[in-house]
């Protein structure tokens, strides 16, 4: 028997493998919520999720040069203004999908939240 072979074989058994690597006391939840109705709402949290922790990264790196002193006056307004107006567009977003800011914090399970 080729690998390949093997491995489909085996693969008919995976379903029940996961069900007795879930500990007893845990119930069995679904990772993902698949409702073609809030197909809308569930990208959009996706994607908030997503541009939050990239402002976040922005942000830091912005302090990290603020303190490093290679951004002149200009820049350092521009920046807080930029990061202010983004925090606006954000906060608007998350009400237009009735999310609120722990929803944008993802748990990654053993990785800890995401945020």
Known sequence: ???CQAVKADSHYMGD???LMTP???PCRPRLKLDPENVKNGL???VL???ELLRQLL???AIRRMEGGSLN???IENL???FMRLSEEIDRLKGEFGLENEDLNLDLGPLGKLL
């Open 1 to 3: 028997m080729s690998v």
């Open 17 to 19: 493998f996961a069900r």
């Open 24 to 26: 007893a006391t845990e």
């Open 44 to 46: 959009g949290h996706l």
């Open 49 to 51: 999720t997503i541009v």
């Open 59 to 61: 942000e830091r790196q």
């Open 73 to 75: 006056e200009t820049e």
């Open 80 to 82: 807080g203004i930029t």
